[in-house]
């Protein structure tokens, strides 16, 4: 940038990095998204095609940025768990979550026909990005075993709040008073004895959310191999952004997303996969 004498201005840009040493926790929401949902006309109580939608989009984010080790997506909203030595922008807390939170939107909507093909975007999705940072690993397992609880008490209630509206015939009003001061056993009472619903029996995605791994070993700059004699400066830039668009080439190659749909609640999650949490250690 040219040193002129407004240049002054940049003082004003002050810094924000996240403190170091700690779990980096990314959170999207979709703004808006009951009024979205039924602008284009999502299936009650759950639609395949819109968490597929969502699953894809923080598949893709997770391509793009290696660092992104765990997350965890239900209904409108996705978690991100960073490695704990991430140095992603410097950590700096308004471009990650500016970037990566434009990043999934963007995926979402680019990803929107694949999965509504005969459902034209009558205007477009947003979602708000915050990151909080937690201190320990149990701070991050009960994090995702309060998102993943939630889940499921949303879902038994949706679930049977919609059973009453499309197969009883109640209003909207009518169905959440029915549910006023019930229990999660008086739910599931109420969907078997009603509509011979087993709950338990429901596809795992509805009731557990998504989990997605990222099985690649992360590479990091220090690895891509350093000129061995001096360049102009053009040249170095020029060696800079090639070593970068190759080191990213090479995340994206060795990326390997599982999607699952289990249980993060208990120990054998987290037994089974230490490399989640120690993995910087």
């Not at 939608?53 to 909203?77: N, R």
Request: glycine fraction near 4%; include cysteine; proline fraction near 6%.
């Amino acid at each position: 940038m040219a040193n002129t004498r407004y240049a002054y201005v940049r003082d004003f840009e002050l810094p924000d990095p996240l403190l170091p040493g700690v779990f980096m926790l990314l959170r999207l929401d979709g703004h808006s998204f009951h009024r979205f949902s039924d602008k284009h006309e999502f299936i009650k109580p759950n639609d395949v095609r819109a968490l597929k939608l969502m699953d894809h989009a923080a598949k893709d984010i997770m391509e793009e940025y290696p660092d992104i080790v765990l997350a965890f997506g239900e209904s409108d909203e996705y978690s991100f768990l960073l490695r704990k030595a991430t140095t992603l922008y410097n950590r700096r807390q308004s471009k990650i979550v500016s970037t990566l939170t434009s990043y999934f939107t963007s995926c979402y909507v680019f990803r929107w026909l694949h999965y509504f093909p005969d459902v034209p975007l009558q205007y477009p999705p947003s979602f708000d990005g915050r990151i909080v940072l937690y201190p320990t690993q149990k701070h991050i397992r009960d994090y995702f075993a309060w998102r993943q609880a939630d889940t499921h008490i949303n879902n038994l209630y949706n679930t049977t709040f919609w059973a009453l509206v499309q197969q009883e015939g109640q209003t909207t009003a009518e169905a959440h008073a029915t549910l006023k001061g019930t229990y999660s056993k008086d739910k599931h009472e109420l969907l078997f004895s009603r509509f011979g619903i087993n709950y338990n029996k429901l596809d795992a995605q509805f009731r557990k959310g998504s989990v997605l791994l990222n099985e690649a070993s992360p590479m990091t700059i220090a690895s891509v191999p350093k000129p061995s004699s001096p360049m102009p400066m053009e040249g170095k830039k020029e060696k800079k952004a090639k070593s970068k668009k190759a080191q990213r080439q090479q995340h994206q190659k060795k990326a390997k997303i599982e999607v699952l749909h289990c249980d993060i609640i208990g120990n054998e999650f987290w037994d089974g996969r230490p490399e989640i949490l120690e993995g910087d250690k």
